[in-house]
């Protein structure tokens, strides 16, 4: 069958032969739900939802054609057990307290301030706050089966474990940074930062042996933090503070400072990454 032969080639291929086939399912659809929903958001939110359904479905389809597995989802990592739960906690513990300590590292720099509690109604902040973690969980497990997952498994299959993490790393800042020329000149700062950020994920998972739930709630932390403090509009950013340092658009992640936080959270994921393999 020439779907099996797809295994025998080389990376790039396979990559290239599974996205045109979403490609080919998702956008049919995409045209039909654009004729029939006027409101962005709402397109938005189907057709992205409608992505990654197909894309789940064409996984399982793609592992049980082209190599023959029916269990894909343990071989990304992505198992319902003790470890992994405990890993998506841990994860997410771990964002959510660097991303804090990253604003308060510039409070201490005079660069924000903290809004004062009195001008800040509680109850729709905590529904910033339980929107903003479904929000960041959806996010962490779809991305993470995507770039930490299938992809990462493809390019081990051909290459080495260091070619595999720095090509999925320059991949998923790619992908997060298609844009006009002019906004990738004006925020390039943020693409070393997705690079580095990709690069922690991929150990934070190999820290664990290859489970995917601490990638998950690490990604999921990082976006919950920055939705609720972006959102919820808990900061207010002094004038005069360079853009590059304090992170562009106001993204704490797209800055130089935010670029050693990541640096160092790399090294010890790393370190621990090596030490799992060791063991």
Not at 84 to 101: A, D, V
Not at 224 to 251: F, T
Request: one cysteine or more; charged letters at 15%.
């Amino acid at each position: 069958m020439w779907v099996q032969r797809l295994g025998q080639c080389a990376a790039p291929i396979r990559v290239l032969a599974f996205v045109g086939g979403l490609a080919a399912l998702w956008l049919p659809l995409y045209g039909l739900f654009t004729a029939l929903i006027d409101d962005a958001n709402t397109l938005s939110i189907v057709v992205m939802a409608v992505l990654f359904v197909e894309f789940l479905l064409l996984l399982k389809g793609w592992n049980r054609w082209v190599y023959g597995c029916d269990r894909p989802w343990s071989r990304y990592g992505l198992q319902w057990n003790w470890r992994n739960g405990r890993g998506l906690l841990l994860g997410y513990c771990i964002g959510s307290f660097c991303l804090l300590l990253l604003f308060l590292v510039q409070q201490r720099l005079g660069w924000i301030e903290w809004t004062s509690w009195r001008y800040l109604n509680l109850v729709p902040q905590l529904k910033i706050g339980i929107s903003g973690l479904l929000v960041a969980l959806g996010v962490g497990l779809g991305e993470e089966i995507v770039f930490r997952g299938w992809l990462l498994d493809e390019l081990e299959r051909d290459y080495s474990a260091s070619t595999a993490l720095r090509v999925s790393s320059i991949l998923f800042a790619v992908l997060h940074f298609i844009r006009p020329l002019s906004e990738i000149i004006r925020t390039f700062p943020q693409f070393p930062g997705l690079v580095m950020l990709g690069l922690v994920l991929v150990w934070a998972k190999r820290s664990h042996r290859g489970q995917l739930g601490i990638a998950i709630g690490l990604h999921a932390g990082l976006v919950w933090g920055y939705y609720w403090v972006n959102v919820g509009q808990l900061v207010q950013y002094q004038p005069g503070v360079p853009e590059w340092w304090s992170g562009i658009d106001r993204n704490p992640l797209a800055g130089l400072l935010s670029l050693g936080f990541l640096t160092i959270l790399a090294l010890w994921f790393r370190h621990r990454a090596i030490v799992a393999i060791r063991d």
